[in-house]
C-alpha cells in the first residue's frame, strides 16, 4: 500500500501545506483531533507579541495593536468556517463557560420551559454544565438516545443541546433535521462543533441554528487551552442576556461604571479580559485553516480516512469499527472498539504513532488532513498490524493505567 500511498500524495492539492506546520521526525500525528500541530507561522506571530507590541508597546496595545476588538476580530475570521456571520461569532473563554452562558441564555428567552434535552454519553462538560443549572434549581437535564430525541422533544423543553460530530465515534447528527423538529416544538437549539470546525462543512445560518460554540485548539490548531468562540444568530443578539456579566461584556467598559450594561452584540458575550497570547495563536490557525478552505480539508479527510481503512483490509486486520462506515456520516476520525485499547495506543505511540484512547475500550484516530499524508496512513495501518499480530499490547508497560494523550 506504501506505493498507492506515494502516488495519492503526489498528486495530492493540499500536499505543500504540511510545510505549513512544525511536525517531529518519525512521528505519524492521529491525534489532532484532540490537540492540533503546531503552525509554522504561530511562533513568530507570538514573538512579535510578547517582545513588541507586550515588551515596548505595553498597556498602549490596548489601542495601537487593537487588543480590545482582538475576540470579535477573530471570532469573525471563525464565521465562514461555520457558516455565519461575523457579528455572529465572538472569539472568547472556553466550551465549558460558553455552554454555562449560551444555556443560561436559552432558559431565559424560554420562559416557563427549564428542560435541557442531550443524549448520554455527550462530551462530559456538556452535560456538566447542565448539571450545574439543575444543581442551582434552574434547569432541568434530560437524555434520551439519539434515536429517540424526537420523541424527547415536547413543550418543556427549552433548549436541545448536541455535538456536531461525537467526540468518540465521530457519528453526526443531521443538524438540519434536528433543528428543525426543535424549533417546531418551541425549543431553542445549541451545537457544539468542537469536532466539527475546521474540518467539516457546517452552515449554521442555513439550518435556522440559535446557539453553538467549540474549541480553538483542535482541527483550529490554536495551541493548548486555546480559547473557545461562542454563536448567536443574529436574531436573538437584541435579546441575549448570558450570566457572567464581567466588565468586557460591558457596553463601556472603560466607562467603570458600578451598575451593568450590556454590550449591544456579539461582545456582550465576553466576561473577563481577552487573554491576547492565546487568542495570536488562535489567530494563525483560524488563518491558515480557512486560507486552505473547510470544502477542500473535508475532501481529503475522508479519503484519508478510507485508504486508512483500505490498508487496514490489505492487512487483513479484524477490528470492530464504531465509526459509521459511510465517511459522509462521521467526522474527521475512525475508532475502533478492542477490549485492549489502552494498551494497543500504547504500543503505538511508543512506536511514533499518537492516537489517543477513550475509555472504556476505543482506539480513536484523528485524520488531521492539512498536514497528514496517505503515507502516514499506511505506516500507522503497518504498525496496527504488527502490534496486534505480535501481541506486542501484552507488554506489561503498556498496560498501566497513566494520564492518557
Known sequence: MIDRARELDAADPLANYRERF?????????????????PAATPPAMARVVEQEWGEGLIRSWNDADWFEMGARVGGKIAPLIGAQPHEVIATDTVSVNLFKLISAALQMRPGRKVILSEPGNFPTDIYMIDGLERQGLATQRLAPRDRLLDALDEDVALLMLTHAHYKTGELFDMAALTSAAHEAGALVLWDLSHSTGALPVDLDAVGADFATGCGYKYLCGGPGA????????????DLSQPLTGWFGHARPFAFADAYEPAPGIEQLQCGTSPILGLTALEVGVELIAEIGVARLHAKSQALSEFFLDCVDAHGLELDLVSPPDSARRGSQLSFRHREAYAI?????????????????????????????????AEAARHLAEVLEGEEWQRDEFNQRATVT
Open 227 to 238: 480559547p473557545a468562540f461562542a454563536f448567536v444568530a443574529e436574531r436573538h443578539l437584541a
Open 345 to 377: 495506543c500504547q504500543a503505538l505511540i511508543a512506536r511514533g504513532v499518537i492516537g489517543d484512547f477513550r475509555d472504556p475500550d476505543i482506539l480513536r484516530l484523528g485524520f488531521a488532513p492539512a498536514y497528514l499524508r496517505f503515507e502516514d496512513m
Open 22 to 38: 512544525i511536525l517531529p521526525d518519525g512521528v505519524v500525528y492521529l491525534d489532532g483531533n484532540s490537540l492540533g500541530c503546531l
